[in-house]
Structures are given as structure tokens and as C-alpha cells.
């Protein structure tokens, strides 16, 4: 019985297991547990959450190893942890510690200003953020097995999130009328591989998980996110940065599987005390902005 | 006939697709009253302890374990595999399991993810070819109870994919593969 480790199926399948769940930013062991038990399917381990590094500025890194370690060890579910775009030694060095997954995050400062890593040479799978359809094909052709919106991370506001959602979905469903012989000048318009292209006109969606990320502070932004057609959801700085990440992170987490039905939604919105404190996009300086990061 | 598939998290509608190719409907199962009218249950992956956090919550568990004591065929896929288990090594303390066959699981079995891999499995009651098997943080079988039958085994004899009666669990997705035989032989459970 020949094995076969690392390929496209196995690294695409971790990200489809997680689908219809909710992966929560942590920042130690304890906070780790929080969210297992509260139900997540996956957390991501992190120094700061994005809120903290906004409001802290300086170059945002990968986390010392032994942060890492830390929630490995606590946790049973897959743990996730953040690379800078560009940066694949630090990509290596979570391969080598062995985490479940890498996100080569806009959230963290870019290590390379032109390009992302080659993420088809890792046998740990990646998950990278898209505003637009071309973004997210790019991605997925340099290997990403898991796609998610940036949003604007860190400033529990939801607009940007369903800004990006509705921009992919939008421009998928544009795809899937179009005539075979114009996909060809569609995929250099939105500077996307052609096949990949055509693969996801033939699927009518991304070939790869879609989950919601940025912003999202709320049961309510969690089922908005999920009704608008994203797999999943990440909550990064929404949870510990509330009044009660115990109750807010369980009420997430029963958001995204009834995120169809308002009686649940209502009942498990009910008394979840102070959400994160929000910021309005608008008043972010331009260079302050994380979605912008990428290319 | 109608087959509900547990929707509280993960893989669900890709073994809704599956069904669906096969010209078979299917429903998400999310509250007990959705278990109404069915012929068979799926359980797909995803991760254990979200998906037996939220049958806890929504009061699926008992409901679950009648459907079963009716006689009509449950079939759980890795995660589902291990909320099936009576017993499960290596879970949260309390993880909320269905107990429905006698057979123990460990739950990532294999390691992390970078361990997560695909193989060709012999799986004789499916006949040839072997089946393509893929394993993601999978679990595998620990022990096997006296009335319960190995369907198929790794090299070095770990049980994957077992069955109980009208009960059938795989440590492996046949979701992700276009091979229908699994989904097959577990609509043949149904009579």
C-alpha cells in the first residue's frame, strides 16, 4: 500500500473538514481551551490578536515557536498559525513545529513586497486572503489549499469582509455566464490563471474552502457571512477582546451551523454582554489598512 | 428513499453530492425533528468535538440513539466515526460520543496534518479495484468488538473501516474521491 502525503486532495480536505466551523484566534493555552470547548474546529495561534497589533504599530512577525508549542499542546484541534506574506523560512520553521496549517497573512507586516511564497513546495497546507476572484486564483495557484476574505482585521467591523465575499461571489456567478471563448481575456483582465479560470466557471465556486475573515464581532456577522455563501468563519480579535469570550465564543460557534434560521439566532445572541469595541473603516488612514496588503 | 446528513459542521454536503449523483435525496439534519422520515443517516467529518458539542446542545444525542435502535443504517466518517465509538482515546475529557458501536477509536491517530495522507485500500466486500482512501488527521479503530466486522485494515492490520450490523464507519472520507462504491454499499444497508 503505497502513501502519499501532502497532496492537493489530502491539503484541500483538511480545510473542507473545517467547513461550517468556527476557527478562533488565541494567544495562549488557556484561551486555546476556551475555544475547544466552546466548540471551535480549529484555533489559530498568534502572539497579539490583530486588534493589539493595530494599536501597537511596529513590524507584526510570526510567533516566537514557544507560543506556539504552548497551544499545540493544549488543544486536540487543529491549530493554525500565521506566516508574513513572502516569508517561507518562516513558513518552513511552522512546517517543522508542525502546525495543521499556515495563513500567509496580510495581518502580519509583508516580507516581500512583489511576491508569495510557493506554497506547492510545503507539505502543510495553506490558507490565504482574497478580495477579488483574481486574488484568490493567484492564490490558489501558488498552492493555496484554503481561501478567506481579508476584511479589515482587528476593527470588529464587518463591512470589508462582506465587501470581499460579494466581490468573489459576485464575480464567480458573472463567470459562470460567460462564453468559454471569453474566459480567456476574463482571466488576463482579473490577472488569473486560465485554467483555474475555467475550473471554477465549471464548479460555480472557488475550487478550494471560502471562509469569512476580518471583522467579524458578532453572532449576527457570523450568520450574515455564512447566508452570503462563505464554508466558514474566522474570529480573530472578536472574541477575547469582548466582555465574555465564553458565552460569545459558544454563540458564534451555534451562529454558523443555524446561521438559516432567526429564532436560534435571536435566542443565542441574548445577553452576551460588551461586544469588541469597533472602528469605523473609514476613519483608518490609508496606510494603516491590512486588506491592501498583498498582491 | 431520503438519507439526512448531520449538518452541525463539516464535510456535509460533500457527501449530499455524492448522494445526489446517485439520484438519492437528502436532508441536513441539524435538530432532532429533522431526523423525521428518514431511511439512513450520514455523520461526515469534521471536527469530533464541535459536532458533539453541538448535538449536546441542541438535544440530538438521544435522538440520535433512538434512530438507531430503529433499525435503519447509520454511517459515520472519520469524525462521525468517532462520535459512533463506545469509546474514544485521546478525545476531550467529556466529548460528547453516541456510543453506538462496540469498538474503540483514537482520535488522531496518525499524527497532524502534515501525517494526513491518501492510499489504494483492498476493501473486499467492494470488489475490485482497491478503494482509494484518503486519510486527514484520521483516527483508526483500537479495538473491535466480538460483533463487529473488520471491513478493511491497513498493512499492519489497523482496522479503518468497520461495521456493526446496520452500522458502518470509516477512519477515511469516501466523500472526497469520485469512487461511489462506500456511499453504495451503505444505501444497500437500508433494505
Redesign the interface.
Known sequence: MEREWGTDTVKRGLAQMLKGGVIMDVTNAEQARIAEEAGACAVMALERVPADIRAQGGVARMADPEKILEIMEAVSIPVMAKCRIGHFVEAQILEALGVDFIDESEVLTPADEEHHIDKRKFKVPFVCGARNLGEALRRIGEGAAMIRTKGEAGTGNVVEAVRHARAVLGEIRRLTTMAEEEMMAYAKEIGAPYELVVETARLGRLPVVNFAAGGIATPADAALMMQLGMDGVFVGSGIFKSGDPVKRARAIVQAVTHYNDPKILAEISRGLGEPMVGINISLIPAEERLAVRGW | MKIGVL????????HKNVLARLGIPSVEV?LPEHLTGLDGLIIP???S??IG??AQ?WGLLEPLRAFARSGRPIWGT??GMILMAREVV???PNQPILELMDITVR??AF???????????PVPVLGDPPFHA????APLVERVGARVDVLAS??DGTAVAVRQGHMLATAF?PE??GDVRFHRYFLQLTG
Open positions: 449538518a452541525l459542521q463539516g464535510a456535509f454536503i460533500e441539524r467529518g469534521g471536527e468535538t464541535t458539542l453541538l446542545k472519520c469524525a485521546d478525545g476531550l482520535r488522531n499524527g497532524r496534518q502534515v501525517d494526513s495522507f491518501e492510499a489504494d485500500l484518503v486519510f486527514i488527521r491497513l498493512e472520507h472526497l474521491t
